[in-house]
């Protein structure tokens, strides 16, 4: 079974750019979260989606952050404008039964 | 008071040593208990995973939960160099369908040979 994949690994921006990433779930994986990881700390939760509906975005900064999933599948995390603190890794994640499953993640740091 | 809370350590230990590491947490609606490992620049990984109170083994590693005092530990036997990396407790409530995790810190763990 293949697992997350997340790209790209690693990005490095400017503050007040925008910056967008992807998340490709496990084949047949109807939930997908995506997670901020900021460095020294447990991930905390940004988005929730249910298919392509979104069950709870209580925690995602709207004013910068989007993210959206296409067809119940692959998903987009965008950040405009990123700002220094936003400088984190960004994990996706997928859910079977309890199994949270996870890829590798994508390091933003903002400069 | 955070909804879960976790010594970040670091915790430093011999090889072959028993390490125990904790949560707790405030909210008695949580019924999973999960724990992870994080090596370096890598995604989380699931290690264990309990529903409600008790224990449970699996290998070297036993997850405790105990409810009443909203603890849970989990223990590793027989620590090893591999072991290091840092462990993340988690727990969800099981309300209308998957509901999401909610992380604790992680605690740094070196297991030195």
Known sequence: ?????????????????????????????????WYQQILGQGPKLLIQFQNNGV????QLPKDRFSAERLKGVDSTLKIQPAKLEDSAVYL???LRG?????????????? | QKEVEQDPGPL???????????????NSAFQYFMWYRQY??????????????????DGRFTAQVDKSSK?????????????S?????AMSAPLSGNTPLVFGKGTRLSVIA
Not at chain 1, 2 to 27: D, L, M, T
Not at chain 1, 55 to 58: M, R
Not at chain 1, 98 to 103: H, I, K, N, R
Request: glycine residues 8%; neutral net charge; contains cysteine.
């Open chain 2, 71 to 83: 603890y849970i530990s989990l223990f590793i036997r027989d620590s090893q160099p591999s072991d």
């Open chain 1, 55 to 58: 069950v709870d975005d209580s």
């Open chain 2, 12 to 26: 430093s230990v011999p090889e072959g040593a028993i390490v125990s590491l904790n949560c707790t947490y405030s």
């Open chain 1, 92 to 94: 996706c994640a997928t």
């Open chain 2, 85 to 89: 990396a840092t462990y993340l407790c």
């Open chain 1, 98 to 111: 309890g199994d949270a499953f996870f890829g590798q993640g994508t390091r933003l740091t903002v400069v």
């Open chain 2, 40 to 57: 370096s620049r890598k995604g989380p990984e699931l290690l264990m995973y309990t529903y409600s109170s008790g224990n449970k083994e």
């Open chain 1, 1 to 33: 079974e293949a697992g997350v994949a997340q790209s790209p690994r690693y990005k490095i921006i400017e503050k007040r750019q925008s910056v967008a990433f992807w998340c490709n779930p496990i084949s047949g994986h109807a939930t997908l979260y």
